[in-house]
């Protein structure tokens, strides 16, 4: 068992990485931001809070992830997320 830290600095980071790993998916599908939206019923803001890493819903989440036809777990893992660039 691990624990928390002292404080949630560690937070923003994590969150900022999920959505950098939901917005390199989109892309490397050749998905437009809004074509997400309009298949996951969501609205413009709640997409950019997802990408820009700032607070998101479960059922957000897995309502992206539904669109994207991927595993939750494969866009809020530790690991990097996949490069856009090929590279």
Do not use: F
């Amino acid at each position: 068992m691990q624990e928390v830290p002292d404080d949630d600095d560690w937070i923003p980071d994590h969150r900022r990485a999920i959505g950098a790993r939901i917005r390199a998916e989109r892309e490397r599908q050749n998905l437009t931001q809004e074509q997400v939206i309009l298949a996951g019923r969501l609205d413009r803001v709640t997409i950019w809070r997802v990408e820009t890493g700032q607070e998101s819903k479960l059922s957000t989440l897995l309502k992206v992830a539904h669109v994207l036809g991927v595993p939750l777990s494969h866009l809020v893992s530790d690991e990097r997320p996949p490069s856009t660039t090929g590279t």
